[in-house]
C-alpha cells in the first residue's frame, strides 16, 4: 500500500485530489472565496495536465478528483478532458449551473452512466433569494439544466452555501431536489467561508487549517492543503494554506501534505457533508 493511500484509508487525508481548472466565472456571487468574475485573470491549469494528474493521483492512491475553479465549463475542451478523467478516478465537477444548454450537453454525453458527477450550487428554494447572492436568473437555470443531466445519466450533486437556512427554508430546497430526483445523499450544505469576497461583505465563518480537512489541492499556483486554500483577496492569492510551489511530479506536493497532516490533526471542517 502507498503512503497516500495509507494516510486516506486511516483518515489522515481526504481521498478527494483537487484541481482548480481555472478562476474566471460569468457570476460574481456575493461570497465567492475566489474573487471570480468575467474579468478576472483566468489562471487556468493546461487542459492537458488534468487527466495527467489524475493518472498520477491514481497511482500514488488518492481515490478521486475534484475539479472546480472559477467556472469549470469556461475552460475549452473541458468536456474531453473530463471524459479521460473519469475513466481513471471517480471525478466531480463544481459548477454554476448555468452552461448546461445543448451544445455542452451533447459534449457530456458519453459520461452518462459513468463514475462522474456534477455538483451545482443552489441555495434557496426561492428564486428571489438564491438569486440575490448568485445572479439574475441563476435558479432558473439550474432548475432547468438538473433535469437535463439526469436524463443525459450524469449524477448530480445540489451544494447549499448559506449564512444559516431556517428548518422550513431546508426543508423546502430539500422537498425541490428532490423532486427534481435529487436524493438527500447528493444534498450538501455549508456555511459561508470568509475567504474571498466574503471577507469583505462581512460574511462566513474563519475557518484556518485546524478547521479543514487535509485534501490536496492543485491549482496553476501551487499546492493547498484544502480546497479552501488558494482562494483570492484584493486581486491576490492567499497563501496562508500553501503547502509549495511545486506541483510536477505530484508525490511532491503530496509529500507535503502528509508531512503537514502527520505532525497535526485534522478533524472535519465546514465543508464536510451535511446530509439534509
Ligand atoms: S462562487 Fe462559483 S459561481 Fe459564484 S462567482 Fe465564484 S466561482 Fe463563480
Redesign the pocket.
Given at each position: 500500500m502507498t503512503a497516500i493511500a495509507e494516510a486516506v484509508a486511516g483518515g489522515l487525508i481526504g481521498g478527494r485530489l483537487w484541481l482548480y481548472a481555472n478562476y474566471h466565472?460569468?457570476?460574481?456571487?456575493a461570497?465567492?472565496?475566489?474573487e471570480?468574475?468575467p474579468t478576472v485573470p483566468r489562471r487556468e491549469l493546461p487542459l492537458h495536465r488534468l487527466p495527467e494528474i489524475t493518472e498520477e493521483a491514481r497511482a500514488m492512491g488518492f481515490t478521486a478528483i475534484g475539479v472546480t475553479?472559477?467556472?469549470p465549463f469556461l475552460v475549452r475542451g473541458l468536456p474531453n478532458a473530463l471524459d479521460r478523467m473519469a475513466a481513471i478516478l471517480p471525478t466531480l465537477v463544481?459548477s454554476?449551473g448555468t452552461f448546461f444548454g445543448r451544445a455542452l450537453l451533447s459534449q457530456l454525453a458519453p459520461l452518462g452512466g459513468r463514475d462522474f458527477k456534477v455538483q451545482i450550487?443552489l441555495d434557496s428554494a426561492e428564486p428571489a433569494a438564491n438569486d440575490e447572492m448568485?445572479g439574475p436568473r441563476n435558479f432558473a437555470k439550474v432548475v432547468e439544466a438538473i433535469p437535463r443531466l439526469i436524463a443525459l445519466g450524469i449524477g448530480v450533486r445540489i451544494a447549499t452555501t448559506t449564512e444559516g437556512l431556517e428548518p422550513a427554508a431546508l426543508e423546502r430546497l430539500c422537498d425541490l431536489h428532490r423532486s427534481l430526483g435529487i436524493p438527500d445523499a447528493d444534498h450538501v450544505v455549508r456555511p459561508i467561508v470568509r475567504r474571498g469576497r466574503a471577507v469583505d461583505m462581512g460574511l462566513g465563518v474563519e475557518a484556518g487549517p485546524a478547521d479543514l480537512p487535509a485534501e490536496l489541492t492543485i491549482s496553476t499556483d501551487g499546492a493547498f492543503w484544502s480546497p479552501f486554500g488558494p482562494t483570492v483577496h484584493g486581486g491576490r492569492l492567499d497563501t496562508d494554506l500553501l503547502l509549495t510551489r511545486v506541483t510536477r511530479p505530484l508525490t511532491r506536493p503530496a509529500a507535503a501534505l502528509l508531512e503537514v497532516a502527520g505532525a497535526g490533526s485534522s478533524r472535519p471542517g465546514p465543508e464536510q457533508p451535511r446530509i439534509c
Open positions: 466565472c460569468n457570476l460574481t456571487c461570497y465567492c472565496l475566489t471570480s468574475g475553479g472559477g467556472e463544481l454554476n450550487s448568485r
